[in-house]
């Protein structure tokens, strides 16, 4: 697709150019004027001061002062009558006042803020005298509309949080509120300690997170927190589905903010017991059997002061007990595994005011936890002696200083550092050959994988307040290393591998225990060696500047740019410009049209290192022997060594863009394949939006908004050494793989390769949305937000989805276009909650979907390509038929909660409550089988399994399930 001329511009120049301008612009900005700075984590209060005949009041003081910590900032007014308070923590409610001699002051109270944001106030002082006020207008409180950017996205405060029924009480379950959001089950990974997603149609891997203002993302993986925390620990929780500030990157648009509760002057304390039974669930939808999903789980926080007004303290923590059981239905063993989950999270904040000027604030947080089951790898066929346990431990430390010179000028500088270790580690429970009798059993475990990964980032922001405009600049550093021993999940058998011929009597007969098969029952026998470690060391760095302009008091531009350089990639002119505007449109605060326009880029996660090295030329490797040939065991124990003499037959391998002289040397001529690219990029998206959000009577809001969003560049694996093109016909549906080797453009040899995997950037992708939310805010007794979403996702891949091969290479990207696998035409969230008499509060979540596209395949290699991604030939019109032309059944889900509070005296409450969830046990498939039995007599084979749900923790969401609460807050 064309880019904008200045786009085209900015990435022309050289990296010195582009280095020097960013430098000359910073310092620019850092001399021109009085600097400031307002980071995600706090808030800003700003706004003019004017009298009755529209005249600028300068020196005015302005006073905002938090009831809870004691914290408190004065400013006086420009020359125009303007002002700015920025920094301010979101812990408790605002008081402001506004003073003049000979005016009668303005005092406000109950202002709560939104991270990130601005509040405006703009304020007529009158003249002293009886029974006469001053007038304020207010925009971009929580009670408000946000009146000075375009920026769309759902938060959730404190008692939103508390009031929503989630699942094992996750908070990456609270993405799913906004129904732009969609889960991401069935596309890949799956982690028991987070709820994985996607927005706008992007990809698992593509959204941001932070963490009070600093990054929460694991740059090795780039799919779930970092750490996580305890939701007991959340101040606010925001699902921001376009990031219209320049302060945001290494997305496709969508980012999850998170700010945690500091303390205040007031002890408090808080203790909760959760317990789900497995007796009170159902059957989960597609099981043989009933299994049990038992989890229990304590935790609590303690916050206060050290010494009020100046020192306070929050301490947190969480664990958790989880039994789950998968079903095996192997004829060997018949029935139910339990797997054991265990988690422990751990945090802790400190704020600190040194003085009227200074301010600091630190946070600590550990995530540790393991699974003995992880993602059902024991289940289906697979018996106990096949388990495999995951662990994951991971710390982070923030650090935050923020300096307060003047009533004018701010600056907030973070430090973090981010350890994993490990971030990923498989480990079998009882390391042993394995052993695969095709339909009946796979036995034994010896793949492992230990990763770590430690991040180290630096982040500074500060702002210029001049006349009118309202300056940002700011960036990051941060600096990871990640690597180890294994792949993600482990891919070679150390120890080997016999597979079975189920054509033997023996090997079919279940009532033939594994143990009394012979050497003569085998078909084959494969082991893996070679190199299995890597390292990947990466710096991500940034520079941004925005410009939130007040042309008048009624519009608002919003204009930023923002370069980024991952040193991972070959990319080295990513400029992101940012435009957005919010008009007024009736001048009283109650309606704002927005629009937005802006450029992002995606970050290429670290861990496909491990492709390029762990899975290429000098990686690991796989000997494979068939019964007679040499290597052959002679016993069933794994050979000692790659047997001397032997052939190692044609293999599959994948190698990194931009590395043609490197692969040279090693007998690969990259200039014959298939347009190997000189440099590996970070994929882009172009995202526009346009719509408007109204004050409705009763503190009711809607807000409607366009969403469109187009990445390309996205990454993806393909066979650049593929053969050529096979159109299947009635006397010739398939070709072999010995035919299809004939025409590769590097013929497959013995020692040599046949596939050879690139990772290219020739994926694609658009998404056209609208998207509606209906709120009720600010009230005591009832609180509703309805969110809907129509969209459509097509792409030419998935991103973030295992695999990428295209159901034939010469065929191109247009041949692949279709819709995604996580494309849901409506989706529909709605939740809330009511008061009801004797303390009881009833509320539930609500979700309904279109049910999800799923790939139709022949079940058979058609083309003999080495990939069993094949579509149907449709032989009337001669082409294939498209990716994901299926379509699954829609998802309903009903969630409810009912919660009693006990007051014993003024400041101790017991809470009971309980919570279900898919009350209706509504069977939410998510995978289906797609897969054909193969092309006979004229025609492919629909068997009886088509189309029908696939079962398990991957293929399907979770039966009617309770979960009862216990909490003492003090």
Request: glycine share 10%; charged share 20%; with cysteine.
């Amino acid at each position: 697709m064309s880019q904008p001329k200045f786009l085209n511009r900015l990435r022309a120049a050289t990296p010195g150019t582009l280095l020097r301008a960013c430098l000359l612009l910073l310092t620019a900005l850092l001399c021109a004027h009085t600097l400031r700075a307002q980071t995600n984590d706090t808030a800003t209060i700003r706004g003019q001061v004017l009298d009755p005949n529209r005249a600028a009041i300068t020196q005015a003081k302005v006073l905002a002062t938090n009831e809870l910590t004691g914290f408190s900032r004065e400013v006086e007014t420009d020359g125009e009558g303007r002002y700015t308070i920025a920094g301010l923590p979101l812990t408790g409610k605002y008081k402001l006042s506004v003073t003049y001699s000979g005016f009668a002051p303005l005092r406000l109270t109950d202002i709560e803020l939104r991270a990130g944001e601005a509040a405006t106030f703009d304020v007529t002082l009158i003249p002293s005298c009886i029974d006469c006020g001053s007038e304020v207008t207010v925009y971009g409180t929580t009670g408000g509309v946000q009146s000075d950017t375009p920026q769309l996205g759902t938060r959730l405060d404190l008692q939103k949080i508390d009031n929503t029924p989630v699942f094992g009480r996750k908070i990456t379950n609270l993405a799913q509120l906004n129904s732009a959001v969609r889960p991401a089950r069935g596309t890949g990974d799956l982690f028991m300690n987070n709820f994985l997603f996607v927005a706008n149609g992007g990809g698992r891997r593509q959204t941001s997170f932070t963490l009070d203002g600093s990054t929460d993302d694991d740059a090795w993986g780039r799919q779930t927190l970092f750490t996580n925390i305890p939701l007991s620990a959340l101040q606010e929780f925001t699902v921001i589905t376009n990031a219209a500030s320049a302060e945001y990157g290494r997305t496709t648009g969508s980012v999850v903010n998170i700010v945690t509760k500091s303390g205040t002057n007031d002890l408090h304390a808080e203790l909760i017991t959760l317990y789900r039974p497995g007796e009170l669930q159902a059957r989960s939808p597609l099981a043989l059997q009933k299994t049990v999903d038992r989890l229990g789980q304590v935790s609590g926080i303690v916050s206060g002061p050290v010494r009020r007004d100046r020192t306070h303290f929050l301490v947190g923590g969480e664990v958790n007990f989880q039994r789950r059981d998968s079903v095996i239905t192997s004829p060997l063993a018949r029935g139910a595994f339990t797997g054991d989950y265990q988690q422990a999270l751990l945090f802790a904040r400190f704020d600190h005011r040194i003085n009227s000027r200074n301010s600091l604030t630190g946070r600590l947080n550990l995530d540790r936890f393991r699974d003995s089951n992880p993602a059902d790898a024991v289940g289906g066929l697979n018996l106990p002696s096949a388990a495999r346990t995951f662990r994951r431990r991971t710390y982070a430390a923030q650090a935050s200083e923020t300096t307060t010179f003047s009533g004018s000028l701010f600056n907030e500088a973070r430090a973090e550092v981010l350890v994993a270790s490990p971030i990923t580690e498989f480990d079998p429970v009882n390391p042993s050959t394995q052993f695969v009798r095709p339909g009946i059993s796979t036995e034994g475990e010896s793949r492992s994988t230990k990763l770590i990964n430690h991040q180290y980032q630096f982040a500074d922001t500060l702002s210029l307040t001049r006349g009118s405009h309202f300056f940002k600049v700011g960036g990051d550093a941060t600096f990871s290393t990640s690597g180890g021993n294994g792949t993600e999940f482990g891919s070679a058998f150390v120890l080997g591998q016999f597979t079975f011929n189920a054509a033997r009597a023996g090997v079919s007969n279940p009532a033939v225990p594994t143990s009394a098969l012979t050497l003569a029952d085998v078909s084959r026998y494969q082991q893996s060696f070679g190199n299995a470690s890597y390292n990947t060391r990466e710096w991500l760095y940034s520079l941004f500047v925005q410009d939130n302009w007040r042309v008048r008091r009624d519009l608002t531009l919003n204009l930023g740019v923002r370069y980024e350089r991952q040193t991972f990639t070959d990319d080295r002119n990513n400029f992101a410009p940012r435009v957005g505007l919010a008009y007024n449109l009736f001048g009283d605060a109650r309606t704002v049209l927005r629009a937005s326009y802006g450029i992002y880029y995606s970050e290429v996660r670290a861990n496909t290192a491990a492709s390029f090295t762990v899975g290429g030329p000098q990686g690991i490797f796989t000997f494979s022997a068939a019964p007679g040939q040499l290597g052959f065991p002679t016993s069933f124990a794994p050979i000692p060594a790659f047997p001397s003499g032997a052939v190692l037959p044609a293999r599959d391998i994948t190698i990194r863009p931009g590395q043609a002289a490197f692969y040279s040397q090693l007998g690969i001529d990259t200039s014959s394949l298939r347009g190997y690219p000189d440099r590996l990029l970070n994929p882009y998206t172009q995202q526009a939006t346009a719509g408007f959000e109204r004050e409705l009577p009763g503190k009711w809001f809607l807000d409607v908004d366009y969403v469109y969003a187009h990445t390309v560049r996205i990454d993806r694996t393909l066979d650049l050494n593929a053969p050529s093109l096979f159109r299947p016909t009635l006397a010739q549906p398939t070709r072999s793989a010995a035919a299809a080797d004939l025409t590769r453009p590097v013929r497959p040899v013995n020692n040599g390769f046949r596939r050879i995997l690139v990772v290219v950037n020739q994926g694609s992708s658009i998404y056209n949305g609208m998207q509606l939310n209906l709120n009720k805010r600010l009230t005591s007794n009832f609180s509703l937000l309805a969110s809907y979403t129509w969209s459509h996702t097509i792409n030419t891949v998935e991103f973030d989805a295992p695999g990428g091969d295209r159901g034939d290479f010469n065929l191109g990207e247009q041949a692949e276009r279709g819709d995604s696998l996580l494309d849901q035409r409506h989706r529909a969230v709605i939740s809330g909650w009511y008061q009801l008499p004797f303390h009881f509060v009833l509320g539930g979540v609500e979700t309904l979907a279109s049910g999800r596209p799923f790939n139709v395949t022949t079940g058979v290699d058609t083309n003999g390509d080495g990939a069993n991604t094949d579509r149907p030939f449709d032989f009337a019109t001669g082409t294939f038929v498209g990716r994901d032309t299926g379509r699954g059944t829609p998802v309903y889900d009903t969630s409810l909660f009912l919660e009693r509070d006990i007051a014993f005296g003024e400041r101790a409450h017991l809470s009971l409550r309980a919570e279900g969830f898919n009350l209706f046990n509504h069977p939410n498939i998510v995978a289906r089988s797609g897969t054909l039995a193969g092309f006979v007599n004229g025609a492919y084979v629909r068997p009886v399994t088509f189309g029908q749900g696939i079962g398990g923790i991957n293929g399907v969401d979770p039966g009617r399930e309770f979960q009862f609460q216990l909490r003492l807050r003090y």
